[in-house]
């Protein structure tokens, strides 16, 4: 277990191999074991395999890249106060879940399911990759995939045979994340010393000589995540949020 | 591994038991092996173990419960663009990241560290309990674990070493979370026959007994998540995330 959590490697080449349903439906199994709020299990699984619909999903919603439609299973995990609230209904209760904090909790809770079907995915042998563009396209990800009022699209988990095994990508040291007691606010020099093995990267050099640009920040912040991409994508999120019913408190 | 993820029950019993440090970093690496969008590591792990410190959270924070300050190990995963923002400005390059899209990527980031790090300590033999309480309380969390700006507390987990074994509790069947290919809305008829089991519940059946309440749903909605707190904890998060330089879209 411990020696899968530690060689996690983000995989997005996958060989044409379909996934055994027993598999698929161990790591559906595992995802829906995950700890969550209450145990309401507020959030739904939409498993896609189909040929066309992967490729609609990664043309429109997932900034077109080939892993989504080469993946045999694409696996959208999203937060559903939905069918929370039908039951609710169907035994006169009052649902009162149409607010942030529902959506926040179930958020909370559909991620901590997507990390157990990943983990359950790589103990099978299968490699996986999340996908960030969820958040950015959500309003079409909610058309493409009949998501009602209540449901929203949190992330997405491509899973398939590695054709590839990259590299372990590289993170900042133990002691730049953890912190002890309280939070102890960075210093300049922490900084520098937590981003240094980072910066000093062969791979990460490159990229700033490749791109031109003053240091291995200025990729992100003007490449990667624009502030102006990351406003846009903020209001859209927000309105989505409005319109599937979680914005009344 | 997929025993572990199996077999996962919340603790929140713990003996008097120290975690051996070599343990604690273990936990601490696995977390900080997960994915997370584009390697930024939007995060950040408060280890809490001084126990005034751990009363102090229990009885302003975590609603007494006293798993808290029983626990050897508290750990508060927050979301976390401070120590991205200080590296951007220390490189001169200008961060865009005081928005809510940047939020909420931080705090899946959050959660899927989260779920590596109770992985890893279930691995271990410790066992794991996560705290909602965390959102109803972040204002407060935010002050006694001195988080500035750009830091949010997403969730908490407590560890140690289990003082019971608890039963597994129960799970809506796999076919009630998972939709094939799209969404399928629930009829009145699915959501009876999804939620049949739990209602049946011997266990569930008393507490709608002893709460002299009209059905399971409504301990829900009358008891433990009445609508009122959960408008009340959105309208304080919302704000908090206000405060923390999270909301300029």
Redesign the interface.
């Known amino acids: 277990?411990?020696e899968?959590?530690?060689?996690?490697r983000?995989i997005r080449k996958f060989k044409n191999q379909e996934i055994p349903q027993d598999i698929v439906?161990?790591i559906?199994?595992?995802a829906?074991?995950?700890?969550n709020?209450?145990?309401?299990?507020w959030?739904?699984?939409?498993?896609?395999?189909?040929v066309a619909?992967k490729q609609k999903l990664q043309a429109e919603c997932h900034f077109n890249q080939g892993m989504v439609s080469q993946a045999p299973l694409v696996l959208t995990f999203?937060a559903d106060i939905?069918?929370?609230n039908?039951?609710?209904v169907?035994?006169?209760?009052?649902?009162?879940?149409d607010?942030?904090?529902?959506f926040?909790?179930a958020?909370?809770d559909a991620?901590?399911a997507?990390?157990?079907a990943?983990?359950?995915a790589e103990?099978h042998g299968l490699g996986?990759?999340?996908l960030?563009t969820t958040?950015?396209t959500a309003k079409k990800m909610i058309e493409?995939?009949?998501?009602?009022r209540g449901?929203v699209p949190?992330?997405t988990v491509v899973v398939g045979y590695a054709d590839e095994i990259p590299d372990l990508?590289?993170?900042?040291p133990?002691d730049?994340?953890?912190?002890?007691?309280?939070?102890k606010?960075?210093t300049?020099g922490d900084?520098?010393k937590?981003?240094k093995a980072k910066e000093e990267l062969e791979f990460h050099k490159n990229l700033v000589k490749i791109n031109n640009t003053?240091?291995?920040?200025?990729i992100?912040?003007?490449k990667?995540?624009?502030?102006?991409n990351?406003?846009l994508?903020?209001?859209s999120?927000?309105e989505i949020l409005k319109e599937q019913g979680f914005m009344?408190?």
């Not at 829906?32 to 700890?35: D, E, H, M, Y």
């Not at 990667?224 to 102006?228: E, F």
Request: net charge neutral; proline share 3%; glycine share 2%.
């Open positions: 277990m411990l899968n959590l530690l060689n996690h983000s439906t161990s559906l199994e595992a829906s074991r995950a700890s709020t209450g145990n309401m299990q959030y739904s699984i939409i498993a896609t395999k189909d619909l999203c939905n069918r929370f039908k039951w609710c169907a035994r006169n209760a009052e649902p009162g879940y607010n942030f904090l529902s926040y909790t958020t909370i991620v901590i997507a990390q157990n990943c983990l359950a103990h996986i990759c999340y960030g958040n950015y493409i995939l009949q998501l009602p449901v949190v992330t990508t590289d993170r900042l133990l730049a994340i953890v912190h002890l007691e309280t939070y606010d960075y300049t900084i520098n937590h981003y003053e240091s291995l920040a200025h992100f912040t003007q990667r995540y624009p502030k102006q990351n406003e994508f903020s209001r999120l927000l009344n408190q």
